[in-house]
């Protein structure tokens, strides 16, 4: 295949599995408030922001009417648990898998970036080691709009300085799978998101992404 000029990873379940913190502490949260949560449901909220996720957590239930304040000390709740078991984290929570395909990826002078919905990317970058490898980071930090919608794909292109048509998105959740195709890119799907079934490419182990990359 042609050569892309740019890789987007998502964070979150794709270079780390942070994902399962995740879940952990929405669950805490759901438990504490008597609220249906398991797996599948989990499923619904990859990719998709702090305040959303709680949304889709609280929407069937009386707690789904709460005042704006309350919804937001509860993502706080959950931040803070999910927090403190990021504290946990470090290099060795980064497989040597995903470690030696970026390095390879390196060598061969593909641009990357981070494109995640998380305000804590910096943290978990900076826990695993990988602060200042990629060459831009978009994150939620930086976007107003969570995936689907496209607008973190498209900051992260900005900061490469390559157009959307020449970066290819990895991505284990179908919100951001949608995402990749919205901001007019091709997108690999990992994980949950294989599922889902709309990515261009399906992989299971992601040394696989060589064979697409180079
Ligand atoms: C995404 C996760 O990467 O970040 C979502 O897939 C999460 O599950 C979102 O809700 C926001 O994360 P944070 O760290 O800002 O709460
Ligand atoms: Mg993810």
């Given at each position: 295949?042609?050569?892309?000029?740019?890789?987007?990873?998502?964070?979150d379940?794709?270079?780390?599995?942070?994902?399962?913190?995740?879940?952990?502490?929405w669950?805490?949260?759901?438990?504490?408030?008597?609220?249906?949560?398991?797996?599948?449901?989990n499923?619904?909220?990859?990719?998709?922001?702090?305040?959303e996720?709680?949304?889709?957590?609280?929407?069937n239930?009386?707690?789904?009417?709460?005042?704006?304040?309350?919804?937001?000390?509860?993502?706080?709740?959950?931040?803070?648990t999910?927090?403190?078991?990021?504290?946990?984290?470090?290099?060795?929570?980064?497989?040597?898998?995903?470690?030696?395909?970026?390095?390879?990826?390196?060598?061969?002078?593909?641009?990357?970036?981070?494109?995640s919905?998380?305000?804590?990317?910096?943290?978990?970058?900076?826990?695993?080691?990988?602060?200042?490898?990629?060459?831009?980071?978009s994150?939620?930090?930086?976007?107003?709009?969570?995936?689907?919608?496209?607008?973190?794909f498209?900051?992260?292109?900005?900061?490469?300085?390559?157009?959307?048509?020449?970066?290819?998105?990895?991505?284990?959740?179908d919100?951001?799978?949608?995402?990749a195709?919205?901001?007019?890119?091709?997108?690999?799907?990992?994980?949950?998101?294989?599922?889902?079934?709309r990515?261009?490419?399906?992989?299971?182990?992601?040394?696989?992404?060589?064979?697409i990359?180079?």
């Open positions: 295949m042609e050569i892309q000029k740019a890789v987007i990873f998502d964070l379940g794709v270079i780390v599995h942070t994902d399962i913190y995740h879940y952990r502490a669950k805490e949260l759901a438990d504490r408030l008597g609220v249906p949560f398991d797996e599948t449901a499923n619904r909220l990859r990719g998709v922001s702090r305040m996720s709680l949304e889709i957590i609280l929407e239930g009386e707690f789904s009417r709460l005042p704006a304040t309350e919804k937001a000390a509860l993502a706080d709740r959950k931040n803070e999910y927090k403190a078991l990021l504290q946990a984290m470090s290099p060795a929570d980064l497989s040597p898998e995903v470690r030696g395909t970026l390095e390879t990826l390196r060598k061969q002078g593909v641009r990357m970036a981070i494109g919905s998380s305000r804590n990317a910096g943290l978990i970058l900076e826990k695993i080691g990988l602060e200042g490898f990629f060459d831009a980071v994150d939620g930090n930086n976007i107003t709009n969570s995936k689907p919608d496209p607008e973190v498209l900051k992260a292109a900005g900061f490469l300085c390559v157009r959307p048509q020449d970066c290819i998105v990895v991505e284990d959740a919100a951001g799978i949608e995402a195709h919205r901001a007019g890119m091709k997108a690999v799907a990992m994980g949950d998101a294989v599922r889902a079934g990515g261009d490419w399906n992989i299971a182990f992601f040394p696989e992404l060589l064979s990359f180079l």
